[in-house]
């Protein structure tokens, strides 16, 4: 079985870093995915990481330990735009079924 | 590509109806997921295919679900009968190949159909 762990809200300014951080508990581990979900509209994936170390895609990084079972987003330059919620999610039985935190809602302000 | 098409967009329907909701996968795509999203339980995956054959249905509710996908560009989730409870956005996705390369696209989710049951 699979836990996921993500924190359910948090707040940032406009221009500033924020991390969201997701922690995890998998019997097999095949990889991690970051999906940003505006309200309202369907997930659209972000990244991926299996091996451990930061992987950086513009203004956004992720990063992944697999023997703490964790891993962050990062993101930079924050816009009123990035306001979205960010799932975290993992394989299940294999590469194939993704199982899906409860996600972080960001709100960036000005 | 138009993407994974999913119709209606929104349904409301009464308590006890039957609902059939709708999904296009991307053209190619061999694999095609049903997910349901609520508040409360997030993104729960009900069930998926692969090359047209159902793989896991281990999330489906209730005998009440049932999903079919009849050729490689249709699915369908049917609700019979439906209660106040199913009222969810319920998403479909697909995704283009197994296995780790599939880490390098992650799954294509459709707008969803946002299902109300009075």
């Known amino acids: ?110 | 590509d138009a993407g994974v098409i999913q119709s209606p967009r929104h349904e409301v329907t009464e308590m006890g109806q039957e609902v059939t909701l709708r999904c296009k996968p991307i053209s190619g795509h061999d694999y095609l997921f049903w997910y349901r999203q609520t508040m409360m339980r997030g993104l729960e995956l009900l069930i998926y295919f692969n090359n047209n054959v159902p793989i896991d249905d281990s999330g489906m509710p209730e005998d009440r679900f049932s999903a079919k996908m009849p050729n490689a560009s249709f699915s369908t989730l049917k609700i019979q009968p439906s209660e106040p409870r199913d009222s969810a956005v319920y998403f479909c996705a697909s995704s283009l190949v197994s296995g780790r390369e599939q880490g390098n696209y992650g799954y294509t989710f459709g707008s969803g159909t946002r299902l109300t049951v009075v």
């Not at chain 1, 079924?97 to 809602?105: C, M, Q, W």
């Open chain 1, 1 to 110: 079985g699979q836990n996921i762990d993500q924190p359910t809200e948090m707040t940032a300014t406009e221009g500033a870093i924020v991390q969201i951080n997701c922690t995890y508990q998998t019997s097999g581990f095949n990889g991690l995915f970051w999906y940003q979900q505006h309200a309202g509209e369907a997930p659209t994936f972000l990244s991926y990481n299996v091996l451990d170390g930061l992987e950086e895609k513009g203004r956004f990084s992720s990063f992944l330990s697999r023997s703490k079972g964790y891993s962050y987003l990062l993101l930079k330059e924050l816009q009123m735009k990035d306001s979205a919620s960010y799932l975290c999610a993992l394989p299940s039985g294999g590469y194939n079924k993704l199982i899906f935190g409860a996600g972080t809602r960001l709100a960036v302000h000005p």
